[in-house]
């Protein structure tokens, strides 16, 4: 099946440093990626929708200028969370959408990355 | 806008029963609806996914069914066992105002007893 992975799986910063989080499709061409967050016993919700070679559209509330996203290849997206404060805090999670393949879509999750600042 | 609702918040059943988890959405324009188990801490591994024009899929102990004219899904599991234990999330992708998101449901944590 295809294979989301996400690094690192864990980090712990210090307030108003920045923090990178990589995503990459391990053998499949993500043409649309997806990077939610999700705070203790909530459901997810979704930051940002970033296609390769295109400008990422943000969901209303999201500050496009605090969480950089960059979807440089079909296999690699990242999410830069700039001068992070504590209430960054959460666990981030991207997901990835194949090509259509007969117009069949089914999205494919990372492990998750848990950010606490400091 | 799409509203993904999930009843039972919680659950707790000895292990053996046989459960039924319900998802119920606003907008039947969907495209596909996915659940997907959540262990604590840990990603999302998807269980099963039901297109649009489908009325079921099964996999293994775990039945889903789709009734999109009332907008409801039920995932059943058969027989339910202690690593069964986990959150249970659906979602479904809608097929107009915004195209490829997936819109998901509050989830229902469940707890399967020795």
């Known amino acids: 099946g295809a294979v989301v992975s996400q690094h690192p799986s864990w980090v712990i910063c210090k307030s108003g440093t920045s923090v990178k989080i990589e995503c990459r499709s391990l053998d499949f061409q993500a043409t649309t990626m997806f990077w939610y967050r999700q705070f203790p016993k909530q459901s997810l919700m979704l930051m940002a929708t970033?296609?390769?070679?295109?400008?990422?559209?943000?969901e209303q509330g999201v500050e496009k200028d605090k969480f950089l996203i960059n979807h440089a290849s079909l296999t690699l997206s990242t999410l830069t969370v700039t001068s992070a404060h504590p209430e960054d805090s959460s666990f981030y999670i991207c997901?990835?959408?194949?090509?259509?393949?007969?117009?069949?879509?089914?999205?494919?999750f990372g492990p998750g990355t848990r950010l606490t600042v400091t | 806008k799409q509203e993904v609702t999930q009843i039972p918040a919680a659950l707790s059943v000895p292990e053996g029963e046989n459960l039924v988890l319900n998802c119920s959405f606003t907008?039947?324009?969907?495209?596909?609806l996915q659940w997907f188990r959540q262990d604590p801490g840990k990603g999302l591994t998807s269980l099963l996914l039901i297109q649009s024009s489908q009325r079921e899929q099964t996999s293994g102990r775990l039945n889903a069914s789709l009734d999109k004219s009332s907008g409801r899904s039920t995932l059943y599991i058969a027989a339910s066992q202690p690593g069964d234990s986990a959150t249970y999330l659906c979602a479904v992708r809608g097929l107009t105002g915004g195209g490829n998101k997936l819109t998901f449901g509050t989830g229902t944590q469940l707890k399967v007893e020795l």
């Open positions: 907008d039947s324009a969907i495209y596909n």
């Open positions: 970033s296609n390769e070679g295109s400008k990422a559209t943000y």
């Open positions: 997901s990835a959408l194949p090509g259509l393949a007969g117009g069949f879509y089914e999205q494919y």
